[in-house]
């Protein structure tokens, strides 16, 4: 009789931090399953980044799920009317906050794990150098997963669902060393809040602050495209 191996759901922005879980995934020995969500986000590089990376890290499968939340607005990275701040990090949480998104991705990822037959998640948020975003805390990973148990018939009928947030005590610098031995190409990823067309960095947006602040920690070289 054959073993196969547990299948999970990476949730797959195209940036930095989600390609690092889709490699450690990978690293744990899950047939991997790549979500991508495009939300009405300023623009489409990142999921040209997503594509490329859940293809070089050997994703089973890549989908792109649509939610419009830019029909909402009040975020600076769905609403072409709120500037994506370029001073770096103030105090509070910042208008690149885009409300509920994780909560919706988290959901989407989901309803697609149950489908799949996938007891496990996986999703890159970071409580160390992150914006300040509320959906990025352990707080919020905790709550999340309690709900999925309740709310699910694999749930409900006894198969337990795990939420993996493998970066949430790593500093960017720690993230990019692991990624980078587990054979990231960090080149292929977009982090830049406003990246033009082609997935060039502004390198002034918060995003792009610490990511470089995180290759010069870890001492290794920036393969950033930069506008």
């Known amino acids: 009789m054959t073993n196969h191996p547990e299948r999970a759901v990476i949730l797959l922005s195209g940036g930095l931090d989600s390609a690092t879980c889709l490699a450690i995934a990978r690293d744990m020995d899950f047939e991997t399953y790549a979500l991508s969500v495009a939300y009405g986000q300023r623009h489409a590089a990142e999921l040209d980044a997503a594509r490329r990376i859940a293809a070089a890290l050997g994703a089973r499968e890549h989908r792109v799920a649509s939610v419009q939340l830019g029909q909402f ?13 370029v001073e770096g990090s103030t105090a509070g949480i910042p208008v690149t906050y885009v409300p509920a998104r994780n909560t919706v991705m988290l959901s989407i990822a989901l309803a697609w794990a149950e489908v799949l037959g996938a007891n496990h998640i996986f999703v890159g948020v970071n409580a160390v150098d992150y914006s300040g975003y509320p959906d990025c805390r352990p707080e919020f990973i905790a709550a999340f997963e309690t709900m999925a148990n309740l709310a699910t018939k694999a749930g409900v009928e006894g198969t337990r669902l795990s939420i993996h947030a493998p970066l949430i005590a790593l500093s960017k610098a720690d993230i990019i060393r692991r990624g980078s031995a587990l054979g990231v190409d960090y080149g292929q990823t977009v982090s830049c809040y406003q990246a033009d067309d082609a997935g060039h960095a502004c390198g002034v947006c918060d995003a792009c602050r610490l990511r470089r602040a995180g290759f010069e920690a870890a001492a290794i070289p920036d393969p950033t495209p930069y506008a």
């Open 73 to 85: 607005g009040g975020s600076a990275l769905t609403d072409d009317k709120i500037p994506v701040p």
